[in-house]
């Protein structure tokens, strides 16, 4: 959702800020623009379009900023490109968020004189800076008395031509610095920026205010301008990860690395039959005081409650709901003391995940999280963090993040079915035996590739699709059906498989792909019926279904043989297919699979 850099150092600064922009580039793609300082000047270079196959005419200098977008207010222009500056273009700014009182803040500024070039929300900020610095006040000052008048979200670098100085400041958005050689200084949305050039961060928090002047970095709060001592940490993800590989997309190697993540995931916490989670131990004591579970998260990170809702019901027999936080957040929800509520999110960031645990937190629930990027906001808020180690997600649509996080709930339930004697020891030593087997499953469902991509081929130019699956695997539909309309813009439906009947076979005619999971479980005679139904209407039948399952192959017109685990682990495999179809349909239709159209990374706006 919007990527700012800044940098500030020795090497050619417009340069390397365009190559760290273009590591975030999933973060927004509509258009980019760098600012750079040299001999007291700055210089611009905006575009509409990728910033991954531009080329830059800046001149060299030491200190730059720059932004690549994800449009929310205004339209996708060169006028509206971050940086914006100010009249006298003497100060620059590139913004992630929102200012939700921007046209009074305008307002306010035109009567002053101030002329505005485009119309976005940001650009309120430049204008507000430059009015502050006429106080003859020092420039991180300014910044922060014009944070201090913004309602909303921000992160905001602003460069200063007169004191050759940058600034960050942060609320509610993400805002990292890195710490490269000689005392360079990086300034980003995420650490992806620029983990080729250094692994040395502090990560800001909220109200934080970073003076980069010359080879220094010192830290205030904004609203007191007290100085703040930051804690300096390593981050353990790799440059590497954050690159292809060789595969053509990243989501595809996102695919391919499940395995090896969800072995990262558990290494350490399945010790000699049991689930070691050293950072739950005090939740984990309060096991039996809580009445209820809520899950918390957006999308996928959503469906991966909505999926071990199923599961934690059955370990831990205790009632669980799974919620979107963006609605929770708005309906004055009943939550208090006896409340686990448990946030999903891959990012950290995502705004409205954020807004709903706060919103529990005020309300007494004791918070926990299942959290990929290390020291993100919403981590940092909570009680405990159980963090996946999917390593970075560069694909904006999620897979590896997801299923890492239903391992790690899965052995969060175990845990908590141990502390609340709901299962016996053999029957938690089983679950972790099965757990560790996961990872063979994954990659022998990973090799069943071929298939799917020839099932792909021949659905391509399909318009519609329904999924469908029951009980724990209706969530897994709901995600086949995201993957599918996010990346290949298939319109895809998703719904427990006995709903169909109610409403939906109307839709099915022989124009109608319909996806089913059936495995042989307890369902699986009801979901033989379904599958029926819609072949009696001439609907078109994929199923997903156990190894050897000849007889459902026969009835149907394609079939993704998948093997079986132990069922409550069952949707882990399940998905797997899912994210498969929903890519190589992608890729045939010639979609840009690792930047679909409209999206972005990390939604830091509610
Ligand atoms: C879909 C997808 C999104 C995210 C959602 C939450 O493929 O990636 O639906 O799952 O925006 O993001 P996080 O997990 O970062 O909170």
């Known amino acids: 959702m919007c990527g700012i850099v800044g940098y500030s150092g020795n090497e050619d600064a417009a340069l390397l800020v365009m190559q760290s922009l273009k590591r975030l580039e999933y973060r927004g793609y509509d258009s980019w623009g760098i600012v750079s300082l040299s001999n007291n000047k700055l210089s611009s270079e905006k575009k509409v379009g990728r910033i991954s196959e531009a080329k830059l005419s800046l001149p060299k200098s030491k200190i730059a900023i720059g932004h690549t977008r994800w449009a929310t207010h205004g339209q996708v222009t060169k006028q509206n490109a971050h940086p914006h500056l100010g009249c006298k273009q ?52 300014a910044v922060a008395n014009a944070a201090s008048k913004l309602d909303g979200s921000f992160a905001v670098v602003a460069l200063d031509s007169e004191t050759g100085s940058m600034v960050g400041i942060r609320k509610n958005s993400p805002l990292v610095l890195g710490i490269g050689k000689g005392n360079s200084f990086f ?12 692994k040395k961060v502090i990560f800001l928090e909220d109200n934080d205010l970073v003076l980069l002047k010359g080879h220094h970095a010192s830290f205030f709060d904004f609203k007191s301008m007290k100085k703040l001592k930051k804690k300096e940490v390593e981050v353990k993800w790799s440059s590497e990860e954050a690159e292809k590989m060789g595969f053509k997309h990243f989501m595809l190697k996102e695919i391919f690395e499940q395995p090896e993540k969800a072995i990262a995931t558990m290494e350490g916490r399945l010790v000699a039959g049991k689930v070691v989670l050293p950072e739950f131990e005090k939740i984990l004591k309060k096991a039996n005081s809580f009445n209820r579970i809520i899950f918390l998260g957006c999308g996928t990170a959503f469906y991966a409650g909505l999926v071990q809702k199923y599961l934690f019901e059955e370990l831990c027999r205790i009632p669980v709901e799974a919620e979107y936080a963006s609605e929770f957040r708005y309906r004055n929800p009943v939550v208090g003391k006896k409340d686990l509520v448990i946030a999903i999110s891959q990012s950290g960031e995502t705004a409205d995940t954020l807004a709903a645990i706060r919103e529990a937190k005020a309300k007494g629930a004791t918070l926990v999280s299942i959290v990929n990027v290390v020291d993100s906001t919403i981590a940092r808020e909570s009680d405990s963090v159980l963090y996946t180690r999917a390593g970075p997600e560069i694909g904006v649509a999620s897979t590896k993040a997801f299923t890492c996080q239903l391992v790690a709930i899965a052995m969060l339930a175990i845990a908590f079915a141990v502390k609340r004697k709901a299962v016996s020891k053999s029957k938690a030593a089983s679950l972790v035996a099965s757990l560790k087997k996961l990872p063979v499953l994954m990659q022998e469902t990973l090799e069943e590739k071929a298939v799917i991509k020839a099932i792909a081929s021949k659905y391509s130019k399909k318009t519609n699709a329904l999924f469908l699956g029951r009980g724990h695997n209706y969530p897994i539909a709901l995600e086949g059906a995201l993957k599918l309309k996010e990346i290949s813009y298939i319109h895809a439906e998703a719904m427990p498989a006995a709903e169909m009947k109610h409403g939906p076979i109307a839709l099915i005619d022989k124009e109608m792909p319909v996806v089913f999971i059936a495995i042989r479980d307890q369902t699986y005679e009801k979901v033989l019926s379904n599958v029926e139904e819609v072949k009696a209407r001439a609907g078109k039948v994929i199923v997903v279904t156990d190894k050897g399952n000849t007889v459902l192959e026969e009835m149907v017109d394609d079939t993704i043989f998948v093997p079986k685990s132990e069922e409550l682990l069952q949707p882990i495999i399940n998905v797997i297919p899912m994210q498969l179809l929903a890519y190589y349909v992608a890729d045939k239709r010639g979609c840009d699979v690792d930047k679909p159209r409209n999206l972005a990374k990390s939604v830091t706006v509610e």
């Open 90 to 141: 003497k100060v620059a700014i590139v913004h992630n968020g929102i200012v939700e009182n921007y046209l009074t803040l305008r307002e306010g500024l035109l009567k002053k004189g101030h002329k505005f070039s485009g119309e976005t929300d940001s650009e309120v900020i430049a204008h507000l800076i430059e009015d502050e610095k006429k106080k003859a006040i020092p420039f991180e000052k």
């Open 187 to 198: 300034l980003a949305s995420d650490v992806n920026a620029f983990l080729k050039h250094t």
